[in-house]
């Protein structure tokens, strides 16, 4: 019976830890480069415009936005009654987009199951959006950011997260229970990889709405860097 070379084998080993710490360090350079590219250079914030937050949570970001404002009213997708506790319906509501099986199964990084770590990295069409309840929030430097736009361009902030909401027969959003009383998970379109991350739909929105982030930003500093701290 023939065996494989221990040496061959060593060799085998070692060549493809080193490609894959290239590919590593070649997807890092390449978020880096990503994140501090802009498009929409030109874009400044108006004076007065309707206000929005930018948030992250150290891994995820999220956008918050009113659930009423006279260009778009939330509250046909996002219902009172959808939430175990109506009371906790919010002024505003904080959406990220991510995938389904980290979503639900990975409230704190230890929880990660490796088959969820595996799909979201090659890939998955079962992805969730991910709505937090909030009342009149404020802004604070280290993790949550205000900013304003236009009418325009929020309406088509609106028109990018409304169409990733999936409806029942009846034009319904069908929302699930998330990790306590004040948030809920809601069937969502889109394809997750580690191309596609919760972080690059965030920029995707804002670039779609003409405002400045960067081309590719697959975490959430290459999202914030854009909306700095106030000084």
């Known amino acids: ?3 494989f070379p221990v040496s061959s084998l060593r060799k085998w080993i070692i060549r493809t830890c080193g ?19 802009p498009v929409n ?7 007065r415009g309707i206000q929005l937050f930018i948030e ?3 891994v995820h970001t999220g956008l918050i936005l009113p659930l009423q404002s006279d260009v778009h009213d939330w509250t046909g ?29 990975t409230m704190r990084w230890r929880d990660l199951r490796a088959e969820d770590a595996a799909s979201a990295i090659f890939g998955s069409s079962e992805v969730l959006l991910h709505v937090y309840h909030l009342k009149y929030p ?16 929020y309406r088509r902030i609106v028109s990018a ?22 948030d809920l998970f809601y069937e969502a379109r889109g394809h997750y990889t580690a191309f596609y991350t919760c972080n690059n739909w965030t920029s995707d929105v804002l670039r779609q709405a003409g405002i400045r982030t960067g081309i590719w930003t697959p975490f959430q500093g290459g999202v914030m860097r854009w909306f700095p701290e106030p000084s």
């Open 1 to 3: 019976m023939a065996t």
């Open 19 to 37: 490609l894959l710490a290239f590919a590593v360090a070649a997807f890092l350079l390449a978020s880096l480069a990503g994140s501090i590219i």
């Open 41 to 47: 250079q030109g874009w400044k914030s108006p004076e």
């Open 56 to 58: 992250t949570n150290g």
């Open 77 to 105: 997708l996002i219902r009172p009654e959808h939430l175990e506790d109506p009371a906790l319906y919010g002024s505003h509501v904080l959406i990220g987009w991510g995938h389904e099986g980290v979503y639900r199964n």
């Open 138 to 153: 404020q802004a604070y430097p280290q993790y949550r950011r205000s900013f304003e736009v236009t009418e325009d361009e």
């Open 161 to 182: 997260i409304e169409s990733r909401f999936v409806l029942d027969s009846r034009g319904r959003s069908q929302p699930s229970a998330g990790y306590g009383k004040d």
